[in-house]
């Protein structure tokens, strides 16, 4: 593994790359960082270029502002680390937060793209009016409102399934602490009102496959990507277990994972 720091617009972007082969660009959700996917990007190393990033203002990369973050940066960030590090060009997989990333990418920079896999995006703007979970988002803003980021930050994790059921390594959990504020503060108005480009993403030059776990699919993060996927007429795939099962079993996921990235390997 080499790591080392990319510069882009106004932030210095710390990334991992591992192995040789296509190159696949890992996207992570809330917490933006790299340690999601250590061992699964040491997993498929054997058969890809892996890139991991600690996006924007997150953990040990730079750029930190405290305003509100569109998702056009963060998928300019994507598109400058592909161009720089991949030849321009990448197969891409987000997960949460980092699927709605490369969902965008996908919709505004279509030539950086080989493939994207979108797992468990939280969109809930597609789900009906009338659902619970459009007032998510809403709901941990105002608590970051009045109780900061330990109130939103415990209201977060209840919502997400599995968590507190296994460890996460000390150094990743260390990090994410310290990026709860860029999460609630900057990047979660961002997330709150994506709505997926769908004639875009239906024109796409390139693959895209949407999927979420085989124990999440009646989730907030599960449900959207079963519809964004019918929107779309993109393939939809079950992935095994929970939203984070990359750092719950990381080779069963990395398995899964391979298989997809295989199908659509240049």
Request: charged residues 20%; glycine residues 14%.
């Amino acid at each position: 593994m080499t790591s080392g720091t990319f510069e882009v617009d106004g932030a210095a972007l710390y990334y991992e790359r591992r192995g040789s082969g296509p190159a696949l660009l890992m996207i992570s959700g809330a917490g933006g960082d790299a340690g999601y996917y250590t061992e699964v990007a040491t997993d498929l190393a054997d058969a890809f270029t892996v890139i991991t990033y600690d996006r924007r203002g997150n953990s040990r990369s730079t750029g930190r502002t405290g305003t509100p973050m569109d998702l056009a940066r963060q998928a300019a960030d994507a598109r400058a680390l592909v161009d720089g590090l991949a030849g321009g060009r990448a197969l891409v997989f987000g997960n949460s937060g980092g699927a709605i990333i490369g969902l965008t990418l996908a919709a505004l920079h279509p030539a950086s793209l080989a493939g994207l896999i979108a797992h468990e995006p939280p969109a809930v703007n597609v789900l009906p009016d009338d659902d619970p979970a459009r007032g998510f988002f809403t709901e941990v803003a105002g608590l970051y409102t009045q109780g900061g980021a330990p109130a939103a930050g415990r209201r977060f994790a209840q919502t997400v399934r599995g968590e507190g059921t296994y460890r996460w390594p000390d150094d990743l959990w260390k990090r994410f602490l310290g990026n709860q504020d860029q999460l609630f503060g900057a990047e979660w108005p961002g997330f709150a009102g994506f709505r997926p480009d769908e004639d875009a993403l239906r024109a796409a030059p390139f693959p895209i496959v949407l999927g979420a776990g085989s124990e999440d699919l009646d989730t907030y993060y599960g449900r959207p990507s079963i519809e964004i996927a019918r929107r779309v007429g993109a393939p939809w795939v079950e992935f095994p277990g929970i939203h984070m099962e990359f750092l719950r079993d990381p080779a069963r996921f990395a398995a899964a994972l391979r298989e997809q990235l295989t199908r659509m390997s240049p």
